[in-house]
C-alpha cells in the first residue's frame, strides 16, 4: 500500500526538523512526497502600515524582495529533498510544490492536505514562533482544522526507531494500531503498546504513599488495577495480534500497562522520555469520544507538552 505525505515547509529550522525526521521514519519503499511551502506576495508587515499593500509604490523593490525570497525558497525545498534522496526515496517520489499564497498559510496547506494525503507533518514551530511558546500560530491552527487525515506535529530532534502506541481500546488507537503496520510492518521499527491506567494516586509516577496494610484506599487501588488488566491485557493481546497478522514481527512488538499517573497524557510522556523513544501515536478522541472538543484531552495535552518527540494524532 503506497502512503502519500504532505510536508508543510517555511524554511525554519522547525520545518527542516519536520522533514528530516520524515525521512528517517517513513519507510521508502511505501511512501510518496510532497514538500509543500506558500510563498508570501510581500513583507506581513506591509499590511501594518498599508490598507492595500498590494498596490505599493515601490513596486519594483517588492518585485525584487519576491525574486530573492523565491531564490531562498527553492534552495532551502532542494536541500530538504536531498534528505529523502539520501534516505533512499526515489526522486520521483519526493515532489516540490510552492505556491503564492491564496487565502493565508494555514487555509493553503488544509486546502492541499485535503488532495488525497495520508497524512501531513509540521514541525512544532515556524520562523515567527515565539520560543516560549508550545506551539507555533500554524501548527496550533492546524490541530484544529485537520481532522480527516493523521496530523504529525515533530519536535525538535526526534528519535525515530520506536513507535509508542497510547492504546485504551478507542477507535482512535485501533486505527493507530492499523496505521502503524501498515508503515511499519517488515521494517525494524519497535512497536511499543503502551495502555495508562489512571491512579486514584495524587502523586504521578511509579511512588505510592500508601502503607502496606489494609488500608480502604490501599485495597481500592488494588482493585481497580485488577479491573483494568482483566479489560485491557486481552484487548492489548487482540492488537497485538493485529499487528502480526499486517507483517509486524512478534520480536518488533512488546505491550503493557503503565500504572500510577493520573493523566494517561503525563505516562505516555514521561515513558517516551525515560526510554529515550521519539514517535507517540495517539488517537484524536479516547474511548469517550466527547464530540465537543476538536481533539481529546490526552492528545491535546500531548502536543503541548512533548517539544522533543513526534506526536501523530490519529482520527
Not at 517516551?272 to 469520544?289: D, N
Amino acid at each position: 500500500m503506497k502512503h502519500k505525505y504532505l510536508i508543510a515547509i517555511d524554511g525554519s529550522d522547525a520545518s527542516v526538523a519536520a522533514a528530516r525526521y520524515a525521512a528517517a521514519v517513513l519507510p521508502s519503499d511505501r511512501c510518496e512526497i510532497v514538500l509543500f511551502l506558500v510563498e508570501y506576495d510581500m513583507p506581513e508587515s506591509f499590511w501594518d502600515i498599508d490598507p492595500e499593500p498590494q498596490i505599493h509604490p515601490q513596486q519594483e523593490s517588492m518585485n525584487e524582495w519576491r525574486h530573492r525570497q523565491n531564490r531562498f525558497f527553492t534552495s532551502s525545498m532542494e536541500k530538504i529533498r536531498s534528505l529523502f534522496i539520501e534516505a533512499g526515496f526515489p526522486l520521483e517520489k519526493v515532489q516540490i510544490k510552492i505556491q503564492r499564497r491564496k487565502t493565508g498559510v494555514t487555509r493553503d496547506i488544509v486546502s492541499e492536505s485535503m488532495d488525497g494525503y495520508n497524512g501531513l507533518i509540521a514541525g512544532r514551530t515556524g520562523f515567527s514562533s515565539l520560543s516560549r511558546l508550545p506551539l507555533g500560530s500554524v501548527a496550533r491552527k492546524l490541530v484544529s482544522r485537520i481532522h480527516s487525515i493523521p496530523l504529525v506535529l515533530v519536535g525538535e530532534n526526534p528519535e525515530t526507531r520506536h513507535i509508542l502506541i497510547g492504546f485504551d481500546d478507542s477507535h482512535g488507537s485501533r486505527r493507530s494500531i492499523r496505521m502503524a503496520s501498515s508503515l511499519f510492518a517488515g521494517t525494524d521499527k519497535q512497536i511499543h503498546l503502551r495502555h495508562v491506567a489512571r491512579s486514584i494516586n495524587p502523586i504521578s509516577g511509579n511512588f505510592y504513599p500508601y502503607p502496606a496494610s489494609m488500608d480502604p484506599a490501599e485495597l481500592l487501588f488494588t482493585d481497580q488495577s485488577r479491573i483494568h488488566k482483566n479489560k485491557m491485557n486481552p484487548a492489548l493481546d487482540k492488537a497485538v495480534q493485529i499487528l502480526k497478522e499486517r507483517g509486524v514481527h512478534a520480536k518488533n512488538i512488546d505491550t503493557a500497562i503503565i500504572e500510577g499517573y493520573m493523566s494517561r497524557s503525563l505516562g505516555l510522556l514521561d515513558t517516551a522520555e525515560k526510554e529515550k523513544w521519539g514517535t507517540i501515536f495517539v488517537g484524536r478522541r479516547g474511548i469517550s469520544r466527547v464530540q465537543d472538543f476538536f481533539i481529546g484531552r490526552v492528545g491535546e495535552k500531548l502536543i503541548e507538552m512533548a517539544k522533543q518527540q513526534a506526536v501523530w494524532i490519529i482520527g
